[in-house]
């Protein structure tokens, strides 16, 4: 089954009193959709104090388990 048709198969599962939701998320994906939005000062200042404590090192989800002595 596509995805296509999987959304149209819950779709037609739910209420129509729902259905409002749906459209409203595919109206704000479709008017998105390929856009890429220039990021704004506030993103820029995100991004900033990111890199300032991000090394750029990853962890696996085990390893943050381990140190937080989290048995998965």
């Known amino acids: 089954m596509s995805n296509k048709e999987r ?7 739910m ?3 729902k ?9 704000s994906l479709k008017a ?5 939005i220039e990021p704004d000062e506030w993103d820029l200042k995100m991004i900033t ?3 300032k404590v991000n090394d750029g090192n ?3 989800m085990d390893e ?3 140190e937080l002595g989290i048995t998965l």
């Open 32 to 36: 998105y959709a390929g856009e890429e």
């Open 7 to 13: 959304v149209m198969q819950l779709i037609d599962d």
């Open 49 to 51: 104090d990111a890199e």
């Open 58 to 60: 990853t962890m696996t």
């Open 19 to 27: 259905l409002i939701f749906v459209v409203n998320m595919l109206e």
């Open 64 to 66: 943050v388990a381990k």
């Open 15 to 17: 209420p129509d009193s």
